[in-house]
């Protein structure tokens, strides 16, 4: 059981060291201010890096993968190393509130396409009460358009705490670049193509 308490002890450090600098308290209502506050963010063998993806113009880093953020881990230990990332789309939402139909439509979408890139994808709920996060898959598989916080959401500390405990993360997402999204689709997306053709069998 040794592996299982290395990512537990680390992420408890990890969180505790990014709590009292300030990083995980100073999320803000924007996608951009995760990647300005983690991003680049190292201790002990420890790293945290983001990108942003495009979102403005034709055919945009988010209009094909429908995520405004990629996040990757990177534990480089004597005990492990890994290095994994997650997809997220930020969406504004209050309490007690519902997105407009054509909103949760296209909310909906984008879930969709995170998840066809990889299952560890999540929608960031942007509130004046905080952040809060819940797995794409949960929304994209709603009847109707739903208030997010209804979902079960996890606050911002306990994201970040399981995602660095490494119970969140994709281990085939191993840069924060596009391009290692790129590659994932041919990784989760298999062509099959032929002819069917019905046996009868004479007694």
Not at 6 to 12: A, D, E, F, K, M
Not at 151 to 166: A, G, I
Not at 191 to 198: D, H, L, Q, T, Y
């Given at each position: 059981?040794?592996?299982?308490?290395?990512?537990?002890?680390?992420?408890?450090?990890?969180?505790?060291?990014?709590?009292?600098?300030?990083?995980?308290?100073?999320?803000?209502?924007?996608?951009?201010?995760?990647?300005?506050?983690?991003?680049?963010?190292?201790?002990?063998?420890?790293?945290?890096?983001?990108?942003?993806?495009?979102?403005?113009?034709?055919?945009?880093?988010?209009?094909?993968?429908?995520?405004?953020?990629?996040?990757?881990?990177?534990?480089?230990?004597?005990?492990?190393?890994?290095?994994?990332?997650?997809?997220?789309?930020?969406?504004?939402?209050?309490?007690?509130?519902?997105?407009?139909?054509?909103?949760?439509?296209?909310?909906?979408?984008?879930?969709?396409?995170?998840?066809?890139?990889?299952?560890?994808?999540?929608?960031?709920?942007?509130?004046?009460?905080?952040?809060?996060?819940?797995?794409?898959?949960?929304?994209?598989?709603?009847?109707?358009?739903?208030?997010?916080h209804t979902l079960n959401p996890e606050s911002t500390v306990r994201f970040y705490r399981r995602h660095l405990q490494?119970?969140?993360?994709?281990?085939?997402?191993?840069?924060?670049?596009?391009?290692?999204?790129?590659?994932?689709?041919?990784?989760?997306?298999?062509?099959?193509?032929?002819?069917?053709e019905r046996t009868v069998m004479n007694e």
């Amino acid at each position: 059981m040794k592996f299982r308490s290395i990512p537990s002890t680390t992420g408890r450090a990890f969180v505790k060291n990014a709590l009292a600098l300030g990083f995980l308290q100073r999320l803000d209502l924007c996608a951009g201010v995760l990647s300005v506050e983690l991003d680049g963010f190292a201790t002990s063998g420890i790293s945290w890096s983001a990108k942003v993806l495009l979102s403005h113009g034709e055919n945009t880093e988010e209009t094909e993968f429908g995520a405004d953020i990629l996040g990757l881990l990177s534990l480089d230990l004597p005990e492990l190393k890994i290095r994994k990332g997650f997809l997220a789309h930020a969406n504004r939402q209050e309490p007690g509130s519902k997105l407009p139909r054509r909103e949760w439509d296209r909310l909906v979408n984008q879930c969709n396409k995170m998840t066809s890139f990889t299952p560890e994808s999540f929608v960031f709920i942007y509130a004046f009460n905080g952040v809060f996060m819940v797995p794409a898959v949960t929304v994209a598989h709603c009847v109707g358009p739903e208030d997010l916080h209804t979902l079960n959401p996890e606050s911002t500390v306990r994201f970040y705490r399981r995602h660095l405990q490494c119970f969140i993360g994709d281990s085939r997402i191993d840069s924060a670049t596009p391009e290692a999204l790129a590659g994932l689709r041919y990784l989760t997306g298999l062509e099959v193509s032929g002819k069917a053709e019905r046996t009868v069998m004479n007694e």
